[in-house]
């Protein structure tokens, strides 16, 4: 699993199952807060497709932790404001970079998570298609 799996993986589930995998990646390790977490704002930044120049859509209120556990540092930065949300996720990360023993039974039931919310969004696209109108006018004919 590579970080960008793992951070879609935390974006995705719930706050809950996020803290209970973190309390099984991290079992019996001290965990150290750096920093947070803390609620922060975050520009959102796009490109202009044209001219190829940068502009702010606006500002997103997102939540920041900064662990460390067992000298290996994790980080996480999730939208919104559940705190305990972005400390779980920066737990994982630190689990998953030290690649610490607990995390391989933890990866299993974040891989779970995953394949349960690709398995939703094929059903939401399933039901999606299903409302998709055609439309024709009388010039689109041949008469």
Same mark, same amino acid.
């Given at each position: ?6 951070? @879609?993986?935390? *974006? ?5 199952? &996020? /803290?209970?995998?973190?309390?099984? !990646? ?46 290996? @540092?994790?980080? *996480? ?5 559940? &705190? /305990?949300?972005?400390?779980?996720? !920066? ?53």
């Amino acid at each position: 699993m590579d970080k960008l799996t793992l951070s @879609r993986i935390c *974006a995705f589930a719930g706050s809950a199952q &996020l /803290e209970s995998l973190a309390e099984k !990646a991290a079992a019996g390790l001290e965990i150290i807060l750096l920093k947070g977490p803390e609620k922060t704002m975050v520009f959102l930044q796009s490109r202009e497709p044209v001219r190829s120049s940068r502009f702010y859509l606006g500002e997103l209120l997102a939540a920041h932790c900064l662990v460390e556990i067992a000298g290996v @540092r994790g980080a *996480a930065v999730m939208m919104g404001d559940d &705190l /305990e949300k972005a400390r779980a996720a !920066a737990i994982l990360d630190a689990a998953h970079t030290g690649n610490f023993p607990c995390f391989v039974r933890v990866k299993e039931e974040l891989l779970r998570l995953e394949e349960q919310r690709k398995k939703e969004l094929a059903e939401e696209a399933a039901e999606i298609r299903n409302t998709r109108v055609s439309f024709q006018s009388l010039e689109d004919r041949e008469l």
